[in-house]
Nanobody, 115 residues
Framework: QVQLVESGGGLVQAGGSLRLVCAAS????????MGWYRQVPGKQRELVAS???????NYADSVKGRFTISRDIAKNTVYLQMNSLKPEDTSAYYCLGNILGVEYWGKGTLVTVSS
């Protein structure tokens, strides 16, 4: 098992930046995949970015070139650097940890991008 706690959300103007932080309760190198998802009311949760234990990253097309996922294994932390934010990035952002097919989710952090 793993507990995940997100932070770093907030209100930002379009074009601005935020960095989301996901703190894990265990060594993240033991987690097969960690990722960031987002969800707005009435829509399905969608993948934003993920990073595997081997360090392979994956991004949604809508955020490529603007968002960067990274990790600090020593701190058991995964980051999502979000630049050039757009109003359509407004959402609740959730951290995911996948351990051998079992998914663990944080409670989310809200990002609001004003136009």
């Amino acid at each position: 098992q793993v507990q995940l706690v997100e932070s770093g959300g907030g209100l930002v103007q379009a074009g601005g930046s935020l960095r989301l932080v996901c703190a894990a309760s265990r060594n993240i190198f033991s987690i097969n995949v960690m990722g960031w998802y987002r969800q707005v009311p009435g829509k399905q949760r969608e993948l934003v970015a993920s990073i595997s234990r081997e360090g392979i990253t994956n991004y949604a097309d809508s955020v490529k070139g603007r968002f960067t996922i990274s990790r600090d294994i020593a701190k058991n932390t995964v980051y999502l650097q979000m630049n050039s934010l757009k109003p359509e990035d407004t959402s609740a952002y959730y951290c995911l940890g996948n351990i051998l097919g079992v998914e663990y989710w944080g409670k989310g952090t809200l990002v609001t991008v004003s136009s």
